[in-house]
């Protein structure tokens, strides 16, 4: 089967850095995505790498290995904006090439003052 | 403004009957997609779409339908024969162009069904 493990809740203060792993067992992958979902909202697209390493988006940082199927997500200066839930997702395609998302569970992330 | 809209954001059934969420967007997407969340949970994909005319059964199709008559619009419909119908369920859209990967999402629809 396919799956994506990722810790269920994380928690830290304000100005930390929090890193969210994500080990993921799927067939057909093209990457690996990160989302951010605020309670009752949609999710919105952090990042996204398609090759092994680092990519950086400001305060964000996205790594992947493939070749230990494992993947990360970098939050600096922890904000209390950044209180959301963070969603890993393979991309990955069927026997018919038709591409979608496997999603994670999502990990819940609380910034303390 | 490009985007995708849902209608209605909450919406209230009787058990037994048959009701049809809308998803329309206008960033020229060719892929949309439907999922389900619960709380607590990830994203559980429903049915998508690559073209018009064409759609492919996800991971929890049993109880719902859609159609793809136009390229802007991928209505769902969620039928009586679904027996957990009440979550949140989000559309979404990509394209399918060969550097794409992010799938945008619209505001979603909160369905309860008592």
């Known amino acids: 089967g396919q799956s994506l493990e990722q810790p269920s809740e994380v928690t830290a203060v304000e100005g930390a850095i929090v890193q969210i792993n994500c080990t993921y067992q799927t067939s057909g992958f093209y990457g690996l995505s990160w989302y951010q979902q605020h309670d009752g909202g949609a999710p919105t697209f952090l990042s996204y790498n398609g090759l092994d390493g680092l990519e950086e988006t400001g305060r964000f940082s996205s790594f992947l290995s493939r070749s230990d199927s494992y993947g990360y997500l970098l939050l600096q200066e922890l904000q209390m904006k950044d209180s959301a839930s963070y969603f890993c997702?393979?991309?990955?395609?069927?026997?018919?090439?038709?591409?979608?998302?496997?999603w994670g569970l999502g990990t819940s992330l609380a910034v303390n003052p | 403004d490009g985007g995708i809209t849902q209608s209605p954001k909450y919406l209230f059934r009787k058990e037994g009957q048959n009701v049809t969420l809308s998803c329309e967007q206008n960033l020229n997407h060719d892929a949309m997609y439907w999922y389900r969340q619960d709380p607590g949970q990830g994203l559980r994909l429903i049915y998508y779409s690559q073209i018009v005319n064409d759609f492919q059964k996800g991971d929890i199709a049993e109880g719902y339908s859609v159609s793809r008559e136009k390229k802007e619009s991928f209505p769902l419909t969620v039928t009586s024969a679904q027996k957990n119908p009440t979550a949140f369920y989000l559309c979404?859209?990509?394209?399918?162009?060969?550097?794409?990967?992010?799938?945008?999402f619209g505001p979603g629809t909160r369905l309860t069904v008592t």
């Open positions: 979404a859209s990509s394209s399918t162009s060969g550097s794409s990967y992010e799938q945008y």
């Open positions: 997702a393979v991309r990955t395609f069927n026997a018919g090439n038709n591409r979608k998302l496997i």
